[in-house]
């Protein structure tokens, strides 16, 4: 018979301890019983701590069920396997470089570079290999060999195997660190008279019983595991064969910037060896973490290794190159003119300024096999927006001992920490007041803070030559400030402003007039005077075009043009990346108490 006592609510220990009182106090036998300090009360405790100890497992085994609420890297992938997705394993670094070699041999013609052939780097006091992934042959007509080479962090091994139908045909890869994008499979079949080399099926299509393929799955503990043909898709070794499974050990993100190379042993007999660094290495990533595996498994398996739209484009390059912090994919119908039949990209790789154009390449080919035939991939490059922050902080000093300069150091890494956070990729927005907010709690000494933000745009002028520069801020900028007369005092604000250049051997800058005309202006007696008129700007598409501009010098690195927006909250549109430098904070604190 029921009990209405009995609640199931709570599921913490004293609330089942209590639920058991209320439970016996509603029966006869124990209607005024008093539990406390009594041997019952201790039975009490006994079932209370095992009725919570089953429903904390259950809940466990519960969330483990699920791939959203799982925990267990095993249980994740389990999910991600359902799905057909395979988690990322370690990749290694990579650098391009230019090998020469100046042969003491006058007669030879050809050298070799064996795979394997070992370069070693350092960061640091730690020491990397890198090798090369195959055979490379250098030819000349002298005694002096030059090629570009690529190679790769880590050395190889090989693990060996017995093929038998009678057991589970799946075979354990012993390291973690494999890179998996390295295996290469041999079959050696009728005691190794007959030689197989297997590759990496992706698919099912076009597969046959003589298709010689291996498949490869995440297994557990951080494992990956290689599967053979049944004999009806993909070929079944015969019994007994033997299995070489070579692959690359990898160091992970460790060998990331590795910049002087010097080889680990004489090639092909030869240790006059010069070598220049074409490109650092980089591209070296951890396995896949749990919460990308959560993220990516749903996202691949509803493109199924095709690019049909922007977010297919998006999710296939960050999977396959743990090197890209961010990608942004738009079609061609959203591009200025509209240009049908094309897919623009827009990558940010990490540590790296711009998209070097062997990576280009190695992109484009990646997606041909994976896009439609009617679509055309065009990489740009990331538009870079950064933000002028300037503030006015007031901190009570009876609240902290830090002095001004322990203040400011603690505010512009506060400000880092929120544009790392919160920007620095595609599709972000800029939140005035969460910005605000967070400079408010970097100290709780801080009272105040007045802060005003403008975007900027870093520009590199040719010097002395006439030139026409068009700058897009791709955002509504303000329109509401007062027109300026020719002359008038240099504190009035403006929308357009720069950082100061040489013109007509006078130092100038540029400022909007409030009615859409850009204008050259100098600083005479605290007026600012009027030079020339250089160009427009279009506050509704954030446009400026600045026309016959020819300067001499600007100050600092690049010539910084300003803009006011008409939000304080910015958004990035399509290949845009906001991002917070310290060189553009402008900060003035006061020490006041209260």
Same mark, same amino acid.
């Given at each position: 018979?029921?009990?209405?006592?009995?609640?199931?609510?709570?599921?913490?220990? @004293?609330?089942?301890?209590?639920?058991?009182?209320?439970?016996?106090?509603?029966?006869?036998?124990?209607?005024?019983? %008093?539990?406390?300090?009594?041997?019952?009360?201790?039975?009490?405790?006994?079932?209370?701590?095992?009725?919570?100890?089953?429903?904390?497992?259950?809940?466990?085994?519960?969330?483990?069920?699920?791939?959203?609420?799982?925990?267990?890297?095993?249980?994740?992938?389990?999910?991600?396997?359902?799905?057909?997705?395979?988690?990322?394993?370690?990749?290694?670094?990579?650098?391009?470089?230019?090998?020469?070699?100046?042969?003491?041999?006058?007669?030879?013609?050809?050298?070799?570079?064996?795979?394997?052939?070992?370069?070693?780097?350092?960061?640091?006091?730690?020491?990397?290999?890198?090798?090369?992934?195959?055979?490379?042959?250098?030819?000349?007509?002298? $005694?002096?060999?030059?090629?570009?080479?690529?190679?790769?962090?880590? %050395?190889?091994?090989?693990?060996?195997?017995?093929?038998?139908?009678?057991?589970?045909?799946?075979?354990?890869?012993?390291?973690?660190?494999?890179?998996?994008?390295?295996?290469?499979?041999?079959?050696?079949?009728?005691?190794?008279?007959?030689?197989?080399?297997?590759?990496?099926?992706?698919?099912?299509?076009?597969?046959?019983?003589?298709?010689?393929?291996?498949?490869?799955?995440?297994?557990?503990?951080?494992?990956?595991?290689?599967?053979?043909? %049944?004999?009806?898709?993909?070929?079944?070794?015969?019994?007994?064969?033997?299995?070489?499974?070579?692959?690359?050990?990898?160091?992970?993100?460790?060998?990331?910037?590795?910049?002087?190379?010097?080889?680990?042993?004489?090639?092909?007999?030869?240790?006059?060896?010069?070598?220049?660094?074409?490109?650092?290495?980089?591209?070296?990533?951890?396995?896949?973490?749990?919460?990308?595996?959560?993220?990516?498994?749903?996202?691949?398996?509803?493109?199924?290794?095709?690019?049909?739209?922007?977010?297919?484009?998006?999710?296939?390059?960050?999977?396959?190159?743990?090197?890209?912090?961010?990608?942004?994919?738009?079609?061609?119908?959203?591009?200025?003119?509209?240009?049908?039949?094309?897919?623009?990209?827009?990558?940010?790789?990490?540590?790296?300024?711009?998209?070097?154009?062997?990576?280009?390449?190695?992109?484009?080919?990646?997606?041909?096999?994976?896009?439609?035939?009617?679509?055309?991939?065009?990489?740009?490059?990331?538009?870079?927006?950064?933000?002028?922050?300037?503030?006015?902080?007031?901190?009570?000093?009876?609240?902290?001992?830090?002095?001004?300069?322990?203040?400011?150091?603690?505010?512009?890494?506060?400000?880092?920490?929120? $544009?790392?956070?919160?920007?620095?990729?595609?599709?972000?927005?800029?939140?005035?007041?969460?910005?605000?907010?967070?400079?408010?709690?970097?100290?709780?000494?801080?009272?105040?803070?007045?802060?005003?933000?403008?975007?900027?745009?870093?520009?590199?002028?040719?010097?002395?030559?006439?030139?026409?520069?068009?700058? %897009?801020?791709?955002?509504?900028?303000?329109?509401?400030?007062?027109?300026?007369?020719?002359?008038?005092?240099?504190?009035?604000?403006?929308?357009?402003?720069?950082?100061?250049?040489?013109?007509?051997?006078?130092?100038?800058?540029?400022? @909007?007039?409030?009615?859409?005309?850009?204008?050259?202006?100098?600083?005479?007696?605290?007026?600012?005077?009027?030079?020339?008129?250089?160009?427009?700007?279009?506050?509704?598409?954030?446009?400026?075009?600045?026309?016959?501009?020819?300067?001499?010098?600007?100050?600092?690195?690049?010539?910084?043009?300003?803009?006011?927006?008409?939000?304080?909250?910015?958004?990035?549109?399509?290949?845009?990346?906001?991002?917070?430098?310290?060189?553009?904070?402008?900060?003035?604190?006061?020490?006041?108490?209260?």
């Amino acid at each position: 018979m029921a009990n209405n006592s009995i609640s199931l609510v709570s599921l913490d220990f @004293d609330s089942f301890k209590q639920s058991l009182k209320t439970y016996l106090r509603s029966t006869p036998e124990f209607k005024d019983y %008093d539990f406390e300090a009594s041997n019952i009360s201790v039975l009490l405790d006994i079932l209370a701590y095992n009725t919570y100890n089953n429903s904390f497992y259950l809940n466990m085994i519960a969330n483990e069920m699920f791939l959203d609420s799982a925990q267990l890297r095993d249980s994740v992938i389990s999910h991600a396997k359902q799905l057909n997705y395979l988690p990322r394993s370690y990749r290694s670094s990579s650098a391009d470089l230019e090998v020469t070699i100046n042969s003491s041999d006058p007669a030879k013609r050809n050298i070799t570079l064996l795979k394997g052939t070992g370069f070693t780097s350092r960061i640091g006091s730690n020491t990397y290999l890198f090798t090369t992934d195959q055979n490379i042959v250098l030819t000349s007509s002298n $005694s002096t060999f030059t090629g570009e080479i690529t190679v790769y962090e880590g %050395d190889y091994i090989s693990e060996k195997y017995v093929y038998s139908d009678r057991i589970e045909n799946r075979y354990t890869i012993e390291n973690k660190n494999v890179d998996i994008e390295s295996l290469k499979v041999v079959v050696l079949e009728d005691n190794a008279s007959v030689v197989n080399e297997y590759t990496r099926a992706t698919s099912l299509l076009d597969l046959d019983d003589t298709s010689k393929v291996y498949f490869i799955q995440a297994g557990t503990d951080e494992r990956y595991e290689i599967l053979f043909g %049944d004999g009806v898709l993909g070929k079944k070794p015969k019994n007994d064969s033997g299995v070489i499974v070579e692959y690359r050990l990898s160091g992970g993100v460790a060998p990331n910037g590795c910049r002087i190379f010097r080889i680990a042993e004489p090639i092909d007999g030869e240790a006059n060896v010069s070598i220049t660094t074409l490109s650092v290495s980089s591209g070296g990533a951890e396995n896949e973490s749990i919460e990308s595996i959560k993220f990516n498994a749903p996202r691949s398996f509803s493109a199924q290794e095709r690019a049909v739209t922007a977010e297919d484009y998006e999710n296939l390059l960050k999977l396959y190159y743990p090197e890209i912090n961010a990608v942004a994919a738009y079609g061609g119908e959203e591009a200025n003119p509209p240009q049908y039949g094309k897919v623009f990209l827009s990558i940010d790789l990490n540590d790296v300024d711009g998209l070097p154009k062997i990576k280009e390449e190695q992109y484009k080919q990646f997606l041909r096999s994976r896009s439609t035939v009617s679509m055309e991939p065009v990489f740009v490059s990331p538009d870079y927006t950064y933000l002028y922050v300037n503030s006015a902080i007031k901190y009570n000093i009876n609240r902290t001992g830090l002095s001004p300069e322990d203040m400011r150091a603690l505010i512009l890494a506060s400000m880092s920490n929120f $544009s790392s956070t919160n920007l620095n990729s595609f599709g972000k927005v800029f939140r005035y007041s969460k910005f605000i907010s967070s400079i408010d709690s970097t100290d709780q000494s801080i009272i105040s803070n007045q802060t005003d933000v403008e975007l900027a745009k870093y520009l590199t002028p040719s010097l002395n030559i006439t030139q026409k520069i068009s700058v %897009d801020f791709k955002t509504e900028l303000a329109d509401d400030l007062p027109v300026s007369a020719v002359d008038h005092p240099n504190g009035d604000k403006h929308t357009i402003t720069s950082s100061t250049f040489t013109y007509n051997g006078v130092r100038c800058n540029i400022e @909007d007039d409030g009615n859409g005309i850009l204008r050259i202006i100098t600083t005479s007696s605290g007026n600012h005077r009027l030079v020339t008129n250089i160009g427009t700007v279009d506050y509704a598409s954030g446009k400026l075009e600045i026309k016959s501009f020819r300067i001499s010098s600007y100050d600092g690195n690049y010539l910084k043009i300003y803009a006011r927006t008409k939000n304080k909250d910015i958004e990035s549109y399509k290949n845009v990346i906001l991002n917070i430098l310290e060189s553009d904070v402008d900060l003035s604190i006061e020490q006041v108490r209260e």
